[in-house]
């Protein structure tokens, strides 16, 4: 926590000291996300987690604090989560039929990105650049679906988590790193970004489980947008 308030206050210093004539910019953003979760106590060749793909959307707004140095702040609007799926073939008649059972665990809420943007290139055309820092992390709300494929695929169950005891840590912080490029037109740009976020602290509280399960989200983004600069 110590640190994350140092960097909030770097960057805090840094909106204050910049120009007043800065350019500011605000960019409405969409895209996909893949997550997944790392775990300390669950071994991960007994059970597979695999990626779920979600969609998110959100809005950025940033400040110029030098020529090719800008801070980054705003909302993002997220589903995450994991998927446990496991198949087996049913010979009926001679005819091998595929049958699975998968559970996704997804959880919906939103980030709030504190970060820095350096500009490697940036013409009158494009803009290519790097950008890190953290998001701030919350969990809105959380389920389980549970579904069965046989030739088609049909719900078995749906059950909502609750996320209000301490058995679940809300807030998070996760490790934002990332690169994009700008295409300008005229005071807006269409953007692409690809970006990795991995959570510095644990969503399930180890206080409240016998094992240390240390469930952690990791996630690639890929979003587009538009922006416009005043």
Do not use: C
Request: glycine share 10%.
């Amino acid at each position: 926590m110590k640190k994350l308030l140092t960097l909030n206050q770097i960057i805090g210093l840094l909106f204050i000291f910049s120009s007043a004539f800065a350019q500011n910019s605000i960019t409405a953003i969409g895209g996909f996300t893949q997550s997944n979760i790392t775990t300390q106590g669950i071994n991960q060749s007994f059970i597979d987690f695999k990626p779920l793909i979600n969609f998110h959307t959100g809005l950025y707004y940033e400040r110029e604090l030098t020529q090719k140095l800008s801070a980054r702040s705003g909302a993002v609007f997220t589903k995450r989560g994991f998927r446990i799926s496991e198949s087996f073939s049913l010979d009926i008649g001679g005819i091998n039929i595929p049958v699975g059972v998968s559970v996704n665990t997804e959880i919906k809420g939103f980030t709030i990105p504190i970060a820095l943007k350096y500009d490697f290139m940036d013409d009158s055309n494009m803009k290519i650049y790097g950008i890190g820092g953290i998001n701030i992390a919350r969990a809105q709300s959380a389920q389980i679906q549970t579904t069965a494929n046989a030739l088609f695929d049909f719900n078995l169950s749906t059950i909502d988590i609750d996320l209000s005891g301490s058995a679940f840590n809300r807030w998070g912080t996760e490790a934002l790193i990332g690169a994009g490029v700008e295409l300008n037109r005229g005071n807006g740009f269409y953007m692409a970004e690809l970006n990795y976020n991995h959570s510095l602290n644990d969503f399930t509280n180890d206080q409240t489980t016998i094992i240390d399960v240390g469930v952690r989200n990791k996630s690639w983004s890929l979003s587009i947008g538009y922006g416009i600069r005043f």
